[in-house]
């Protein structure tokens, strides 16, 4: 019996799947028997750098471009798997902004935040999307220029709600972390909140399948504690244990496995 | 910039919006996000508002796509979520104008209009009719209206008063569009006439305001690209719109005349020349960039 073949690309964000594929691999029977399963890191060559400047328009390098192609036509692929990116919701709210801003959301129209700049939500959610449409989409829409199988694209984990979980582990953020302080936590899953609606939003309208985090790795909006990596923003492998679970559901109606279903 | 001056912009986004989607909200293109102020009742009333003086009680059209401020309806694509977050936005915007009325050096004004639509409750004047961009036109509360020379002199003059009360060195600049009227709301009247109305009234005002102000100055560019000596060629095709070399001629004369700066033959608009971005967000990219690379290093680990 053929096995069905997940091909998944992306960046860091993927790197806690990929670990626990492995750990399934070699820890659940039947697994590698159930799934071929491919991963391709854009963070390394020859995909990365991933893009270029062509008079004042973002595209993919050539490069990059080829060794999607190469990777696709190789392994033929039932499913994919997009994780691109997903850090600019980080970079836009993980630390205060040294002229703090902050936003109202239609969720709650009549809560006008104090002590900060106001950035009308309709630029906020502009912003986020010209982010989106600089890095994901062109990734995803190079994906439906060359094949037709379907594309699942996981939502980047929420934010971590401990501000003394980042000031522990702020790898290069030490420094403005202590200058700036983190961003409050609320702020952090209001910006992660808009994120995630536009991905589903474009991802959609772009061909792929959008999927949230499930509840599984979630606590009231932002990651569950269990799931921290030791780092401020990547999710462990537990994490992506429960991602590549949900995934493989989706993709082929089981994740090989029952006890974990 | 060009020229040794700057565009003072006193209401730009917040550093973490990228100038593409800045501009598309009509960030710097403005000296504050007022939008296009046509006529000099519109600019006194700003002003007003601005510092507290003047409360219009037509506070925010609910539309389709969210709440619209009534005095500025086209400012913001999609608008506001709520009118809280309008009257909040509305807040900065006006200490942004009272720093841009505070601050500048040389306040340019261009007179654009003498027909406006205001409230009858209040005389708040709108820069378009309500119903067009938003809100509902209701001839209760709304009527026409077209300023008399007497008028603008006098709202201009109210304007210029208070001005010098903040800035008492500021130089003023008066000008007149010379694009004609689209349209004209008057009943059976023209819109040729009614150009030539306005323009006429637009014109003796800033005569008379020249005349009283020591500090006011009127810069001829609707001579300029009006007269008959241009045989029209400063204008497109619609005949309305001003061509880029009719632009760059009346800067040139500007800044020979007015500044003894001589820039040579016209040449197009210089672009934005300040590219730099949000310092702040390309540090936080790079430190994430770090941290993504560390995950790929530790990939070999248990990454957990």
Same mark, same amino acid.
Request: glycine share 6%; net charge negative; with cysteine.
């Given at each position: 019996m053929t096995k069905p073949k997940l091909l998944c690309f992306g960046h860091s964000h993927l790197v806690c799947i990929d670990v626990a594929v492995k750990w399934r691999e070699q820890s659940l029977e039947g697994f590698r028997d159930a799934f071929d399963?491919?991963?391709?890191?854009? &963070?390394?060559?020859?995909?990365?750098?991933?893009f270029v400047d062509v008079g004042g328009k973002r595209e993919l390098t050539t490069e990059c471009e080829n060794a999607m192609a190469s990777a696709i036509a190789d392994f033929k692929p039932d499913a994919i798997l997009a994780v691109f990116s997903g850090q600019e919701y980080q970079i836009f709210s993980i630390l205060n902004h040294p002229i703090k801003f902050d936003f109202v959301t239609p969720n709650n129209p009549a809560y006008v935040p104090k002590n900060s700049e106001i950035i009308p939500f309709v630029l906020v959610k502009a912003q986020l999307k010209y982010l989106i449409e600089r890095s994901v989409l062109i990734f995803i829409d190079k994906i439906k220029g060359i094949t037709n199988v379907p594309v699942f694209m996981v939502a980047p984990p929420p934010p971590i709600e401990s501000e003394e979980h980042i000031l522990t582990y702020p790898g290069p953020f030490a420094e403005d972390a202590k200058e700036f302080g983190v961003s409050p936590a609320p702020f952090r899953r209001k910006v992660w909140k808009v994120y995630c609606d536009i991905l589903k939003?474009?991802?959609?309208?772009?061909?792929?399948?959008?999927?949230?985090?499930?509840?599984?790795?979630?606590?009231?909006?932002?990651?569950?504690?269990?799931?921290? &990596?030791?780092?401020?923003?990547?999710?462990?492998?537990?994490?992506?244990?429960?991602?590549?679970?949900m995934v493989l559901n989706r993709a082929f109606g089981h994740a090989g496995v029952n006890k974990h279903d | 910039m060009m020229s040794g001056y700057n565009y003072f912009v006193a209401e730009d986004a917040h550093l973490a919006i990228s100038?593409?989607?800045?501009?598309?909200?009509?960030?710097?293109?403005?000296?504050?996000?007022?939008?296009?102020?046509?006529?000099?009742?519109?600019?006194?009333?700003?002003?007003?508002?601005?510092?507290?003086?003047?409360?219009?009680?037509?506070?925010?059209?609910?539309?389709?796509?969210?709440?619209?401020?009534?005095?500025?309806?086209?400012?913001?694509?999609?608008?506001?979520?709520?009118?809280?977050?309008?009257h909040a936005d509305r807040e900065q915007h006006f200490a942004a104008v009272r720093t841009m009325l505070e601050e500048c050096d040389v306040f340019v004004f261009t007179f654009g209009l003498t027909e406006a639509w205001r409230s009858k409750v209040d005389g708040a004047v709108f820069p378009l009719c309500p119903g067009?961009?938003?809100?509902?036109?209701?001839?209760?509360?709304?009527?026409?209206?077209?300023?008399?020379?007497?008028?603008?002199?006098?709202?201009?003059?109210?304007?210029?008063?208070?001005?010098?009360?903040?800035?008492?060195?500021?130089?003023?600049?008066?000008?007149?569009?010379?694009?004609?009227?689209?349209?004209?709301?008057?009943?059976?009247?023209?819109?040729?006439?009614?150009?030539?109305?306005?323009?006429?009234?637009?014109?003796?005002?800033?005569?008379m305001l020249a005349a009283k102000y020591g500090q006011a100055f009127y810069f001829p560019s609707y001579e300029v690209i009006t007269g008959n000596h241009a045989r029209g060629r400063y204008f497109e095709e619609d005949l309305r719109e001003v061509r880029p070399m009719g632009v760059a001629h009346v800067m040139r004369l500007f800044m020979k005349h007015y500044c003894g700066i001589e820039t040579g033959a016209p040449r197009p608009l210089p672009a934005r020349d300040d590219d730099s971005g949000d310092a702040f967000a390309e540090k936080m990219?790079?430190?994430?960039?770090?941290?993504?690379?560390?995950?790929?290093?530790?990939?070999g680990e248990s990454a957990g």
């Open positions: 399963i491919r991963f391709e890191q854009l &963070r390394r060559e020859p995909y990365h750098p991933n939003e474009e991802g959609a309208r772009h061909g792929a399948n959008v999927l949230m985090p499930p509840k599984t790795v979630m606590d009231n909006g932002y990651m569950a504690q269990d799931c921290w &990596r030791k780092d401020p923003v990547h999710g462990n492998v537990k994490y992506g244990n429960a991602i590549i679970h | 100038k593409e989607i800045a501009k598309k909200y009509n960030y710097g293109t403005f000296s504050a996000r007022f939008g296009n102020l046509y006529t000099a009742r519109q600019l006194w009333q700003l002003a007003q508002r601005a510092y507290g003086r003047f409360t219009p009680q037509e506070d925010a059209w609910e539309h389709e796509d969210g709440w619209l401020d009534p005095y500025r309806p086209n400012i913001q694509p999609g608008g506001f979520v709520s009118p809280e977050e309008l067009t961009a938003g809100g509902t036109f209701d001839p209760e509360r709304h009527e026409f209206v077209n300023f008399t020379v007497d008028e603008v002199v006098a709202d201009f003059s109210a304007f210029t008063d208070f001005l010098l009360e903040v800035n008492p060195d500021v130089k003023i600049l008066m000008t007149v569009s010379p694009v004609p009227l689209m349209a004209t709301a008057r009943a059976d009247t023209s819109v040729i006439v009614s150009t030539a109305y306005s323009k006429a009234v637009l014109r003796v005002a800033t005569e990219a790079e430190n994430i960039g770090v941290i993504c690379d560390e995950e790929l290093l530790d990939q």
